[in-house]
């Protein structure tokens, strides 16, 4: 157990819809950040936040956005899904600001399907 | 273009033999370099890093990693395979361009262990 905790684990919708993803990071952890892992795209980097503020961003679509609350849980939207965008979604967290020297702790994901 | 590459999608290996997974990256410059295992249904786990220095790098769970900055290579190994290691293991790459901020990760290799 990383201490990561994502909600929900699964969830099923339908093209078009929006879906919110949760995560709380371990306790302590100022940085989280969120992972696409798809067949086709493999494991990508979407966007990563530092007590609130978003300090480095990936692939993520325009579609999506995402944000860090104070208490620092942080919440990721999809909007107007598609098929493609099935996938696992991964949050993970660390201490700091640097993704390089910090080591990041992975929660165990939630399932997106889009029917 | 910056990338990691995994060759081998899948791997065997017997239960007690020994393993070496395969990591390449391209760029210029040495970059910072990761081993992750995700075991089924299971988040990222972090096996070992490397930034600098001593390029044999000791993990968890009896893995070790060689950087060889001549080949661009950062292979993982372990002298004698557990059956608890079946899993899928990534290299991930923090590139100096990107401030070590945004990790890419390779395709990912799947380890079977046979009896």
């Known amino acids: 157990d990383s201490g990561v905790t994502q909600t929900p684990k699964h969830l099923i919708t339908a093209t078009g819809q929006r879906v919110t993803l949760r995560c709380s990071p371990r306790s302590g952890d100022l940085s989280v950040y969120w992972y696409q892992q798809s067949l086709d795209q493999g494991l990508q980097f979407l966007i990563q936040?530092?007590?609130?503020?978003?300090?480095a961003k990936g692939n993520i679509l325009e579609r999506f956005s995402a944000q860090q609350f104070p208490d620092l849980h942080s919440e990721l939207n999809l909007s107007s899904l598609e098929l493609g965008d099935s996938a696992l979604y991964f949050c993970?967290?660390?201490?700091?600001?640097?993704?390089?020297?910090?080591?990041?702790?992975f929660g165990p994901g939630t399932r997106l399907t889009v029917l | 273009a910056q990338s990691v590459t995994q060759p081998d999608i899948h791997i065997t290996v017997s239960e007690g033999a020994s393993l070496e997974l395969r990591c390449n990256y391209s760029y210029g410059a040495t970059p910072y370099l990761f081993w992750y295992v995700q075991s089924p249904g299971q988040g990222l786990q972090l096996l070992l890093k490397y930034f600098s220095g001593d390029t044999l790098v000791q993990g968890i769970k009896g893995f070790e990693a060689e950087f060889k900055r001549s080949q661009s290579s950062f292979n993982l190994r372990k002298p004698s395979v557990h059956w608890s290691d079946a899993a899928e293991y990534f290299c991930?790459?923090?590139?100096?361009?990107?401030?070590?901020?945004?990790?890419?990760f390779g395709t990912g290799t799947r380890l079977l262990v046979s009896p």
């Open positions: 991930a790459v923090l590139f100096p361009n990107t401030g070590f901020q945004k990790l890419v």
């Open positions: 936040y530092y007590n609130g503020e978003e300090r």
């Open positions: 993970a967290s660390s201490v700091g600001d640097s993704g390089g020297t910090d080591t990041q702790y």
